[in-house]
């Protein structure tokens, strides 16, 4: 059973906003940190975002600091990935993963293929 | 950070074993950040496979070990199944709250 329920994927030309979200499906989220993690066509894992279990603190790759922001509501269980400014190279299948004490990452959702074309 | 290193690619004949490296830095896996591995069946979204360096979440067979010595981390598949062609990432924590991946491995079953 899939522990998240997600939406959001889609095409948007170079330049434009798109928001992801997971929504939590038979997994605890208050207690919990989370990430997202994006996989570009034929390509490996890259780690994208990091948000804590109390989201006071949020954290971004480098590749996309200034331009994604991670969030999250718990009173939904849901968790976000705002991605403006977006480029051709942000083209991915973007998963997001539940974090276990900065230490591994399991819960993984299916995964929301953003494809960023003109 | 740049990404771990990982083979391309390894390949066994059923049965036989396989064992995949990962390789960091002092600034990551060398100083004694924590190691786990992920397989990814094609289509699929990854699954966790060891974490902290050598624990096996339940669920995995214990044909699937690791170890880390150093700067490089390991992945072993013994008695290796039609079922474990797939994608094999490590990953580690570094830098405080950064995530780094390997660049993945393919395994073949001969």
């Known amino acids: 059973q899939v522990p998240w329920v997600a939406s959001g994927g889609g095409v948007v030309q170079p330049g434009g906003s798109l928001r992801l979200s997971c929504t939590a499906s038979?997994?605890?989220?208050?207690?919990?940190?989370f990430h997202w993690v994006r996989q570009a066509p034929g390509k490996g894992l890259e780690w994208v975002a990091f948000i804590w279990s109390d989201g006071s603190r949020k954290f971004h790759a480098d590749s996309v600091e200034g331009r994604f922001t991670v969030s999250r509501d718990d009173s939904e269980g849901t968790l976000y990935l705002q991605m403006d400014s977006l480029r051709v190279e942000d083209t991915a299948l973007y998963y997001c993963?539940?974090?276990?004490?900065?230490?591994?990452?399991?819960?993984w959702g299916q995964g929301m293929l953003v494809t960023v074309s003109s | 950070h740049s990404a771990l290193t990982q083979p391309r690619s390894v390949s066994g004949s059923p049965g036989q074993s396989v064992t995949i490296s990962c390789t960091g830095t002092?600034?990551?896996?060398?100083?004694?950040?924590?190691v786990s591995w992920y397989q990814q069946h094609p289509g699929k979204a990854p699954n966790l496979m060891i974490h902290?360096?050598?624990q096996r979440p339940s669920g995995v067979p214990d044909r699937f070990s690791a170890s880390k010595s150093g700067n490089t981390a390991s992945l072993t598949i013994s008695g290796l199944q039609a079922d474990d062609e797939a994608d094999y990432y490590c990953?580690?924590?570094?830098?405080?709250?950064?995530?780094?991946f390997g660049g993945g491995t393919k395994v073949t079953v001969l």
């Open positions: 002092s600034s990551d896996i060398g100083v004694y950040k924590s």
């Open positions: 993963t539940r974090d276990r004490g900065r230490v591994y990452l399991d819960a």
């Open positions: 038979g997994l605890t989220f208050t207690s919990h940190g």
């Open positions: 990953c580690s924590c570094v830098g405080g709250y950064s995530w780094v």
């Open positions: 902290d360096d050598i």
